[in-house]
């Protein structure tokens, strides 16, 4: 099998002759206003780390460009929330530089590209305490707002596919922590805008993959999301305290991780060797179907590549 036939067999949940490879890292903020050496950044990453799934990068265009919420006090404003439309910076923007990224890549691999949820689009650009204000305050205001958000994330998305050349999405997925929402709350005010854009995706593409992102030390309550359908789900192993065999049972479909992610972890201070022998364990576990070897989430930018080129080096020997 070549990169893009192994990939694509994991994500069917077929077996695959080794157990295909994806890890990432955020693109250094120098190269988020050229488009060129933004693209020249992810190939050079792809050509150091020898992946087999590149997960591309959306740094520069995080949060919400909404003039309502740069200096928002009230959740009544959030029903100020007027749509960006299609031809807006912040969409064809990513769009455009996604399509040089892709070019660079030289259908070498395959490719995804990660979206927010609408709702962590707003929280990047009010931050957390006043997301949670304005949600408790109001949550029809943000169920609105929200709403209004996802409208504009599914041009992007189809953006993305339709035209920059990406095989899916790289849904992310958060603010589901135990301590954050009840189950209701999330299941009413937060469910709707992440499914809309999920599920218009899965319109588009048959590999779209959901990352169930946990950070801050803190687990999520997975049920929230029990609905939620790809074919492929990234999961926080080392957060949500949950090991391989047992997330391939519980989310019924390929799963993508196993390495923690955050610094002074394992794979930031282990020798050559050991990581050949955690491969050996991970794959153990994982086995060649349904199975994708990565890590938690995105990688620190101290960690150098020749490390995540020891893994995949590693894991084809299997």
Same mark, same amino acid.
Request: hydrophobic share 40%.
């Given at each position: 099998?070549?990169?893009?036939?192994?990939?694509?067999?994991?994500?069917?949940?077929?077996?695959?002759?080794?157990?295909?490879?994806?890890?990432?890292?955020?693109?250094?903020?120098?190269?988020?206003?050229?488009?060129?050496?933004?693209?020249?950044?992810?190939?050079?990453?792809?050509?150091?780390?020898?992946?087999?799934?590149?997960?591309?990068?959306?740094?520069?265009?995080?949060?919400?460009?909404?003039?309502?919420?740069?200096?928002?006090?009230?959740?009544?404003?959030?029903?100020?929330?007027?749509?960006?439309?299609?031809?807006?910076?912040?969409?064809?923007?990513?769009?455009?530089?996604?399509?040089?990224?892709?070019?660079?890549?030289?259908?070498?691999?395959?490719?995804?590209?990660?979206?927010?949820?609408?709702?962590?689009?707003?929280?990047?650009?009010?931050?957390?305490?006043?997301?949670?204000?304005?949600?408790?305050?109001?949550?029809?205001?943000?169920?609105?707002?929200?709403?209004? +958000?996802?409208?504009? %994330? @599914?041009? #992007?998305?189809?953006?993305?596919? /339709?035209?920059?050349?990406?095989? !899916?999405?790289?849904? *992310?997925?958060?603010?589901?922590?135990?301590?954050?929402?009840?189950?209701?709350?999330?299941?009413?005010?937060?469910?709707?805008?992440?499914?809309?854009?999920?599920?218009?995706?899965?319109?588009?593409?048959?590999?779209?993959?959901?990352?169930?992102?946990?950070?801050?030390?803190?687990?999520?309550?997975?049920?929230?999301?029990?609905?939620?359908?790809?074919?492929?789900?990234?999961?926080?192993?080392?957060?949500?305290?949950?090991?391989?065999?047992?997330?391939?049972?519980?989310?019924?479909?390929?799963?993508?991780?196993?390495?923690?992610?955050?610094?002074?972890?394992?794979?930031?201070?282990?020798?050559?060797?050991? +990581?050949?022998?955690? %491969? @050996?364990? #991970?794959?153990?576990?994982?086995? /060649?179907?349904?199975?994708?070897? !990565?890590?938690?989430? *995105?990688?620190?930018?101290?960690?150098?590549?020749?490390?995540?080129?020891?893994?995949?080096?590693?894991?084809?020997?299997?």
């Amino acid at each position: 099998m070549n990169k893009r036939e192994r990939v694509i067999a994991a994500f069917k949940g077929l077996e695959t002759d080794h157990v295909p490879v994806s890890m990432w890292k955020h693109v250094p903020s120098e190269y988020w206003d050229d488009d060129d050496k933004f693209a020249q950044h992810q190939a050079e990453f792809f050509k150091n780390t020898d992946v087999d799934l590149m997960k591309l990068s959306g740094d520069k265009y995080f949060g919400w460009p909404s003039d309502i919420l740069k200096n928002i006090e009230s959740a009544k404003d959030l029903y100020k929330i007027e749509p960006l439309g299609p031809d807006h910076p912040y969409i064809r923007g990513p769009i455009e530089r996604t399509k040089k990224v892709v070019k660079a890549l030289n259908g070498e691999c395959a490719a995804i590209y990660l979206v927010f949820a609408p709702l962590s689009y707003l929280r990047l650009a009010v931050g957390y305490p006043m997301m949670m204000k304005l949600i408790y305050e109001d949550p029809d205001a943000m169920k609105y707002a929200l709403n209004i +958000i996802a409208q504009d %994330v @599914k041009h #992007l998305v189809c953006g993305l596919i /339709k035209e920059s050349g990406v095989d !899916g999405i790289f849904y *992310s997925v958060q603010n589901g922590e135990v301590n954050r929402f009840t189950e209701e709350e999330y299941r009413d005010w937060v469910t709707p805008s992440d499914k809309a854009v999920l599920d218009y995706a899965n319109t588009l593409s048959d590999m779209n993959a959901i990352h169930f992102c946990a950070w801050e030390e803190v687990p999520n309550r997975l049920s929230v999301w029990k609905d939620y359908k790809a074919p492929v789900i990234s999961w926080s192993r080392y957060i949500d305290i949950m090991d391989i065999q047992e997330a391939k049972d519980h989310f019924g479909v390929t799963v993508w991780g196993g390495f923690d992610n955050r610094p002074g972890t394992f794979l930031y201070t282990a020798t050559r060797e050991q +990581i050949e022998e955690e %491969v @050996k364990n #991970l794959i153990s576990k994982g086995g /060649k179907k349904g199975y994708i070897l !990565g890590a938690d989430c *995105s990688l620190d930018g101290s960690l150098p590549d020749e490390k995540i080129a020891w893994v995949v080096e590693a894991a084809r020997k299997i």
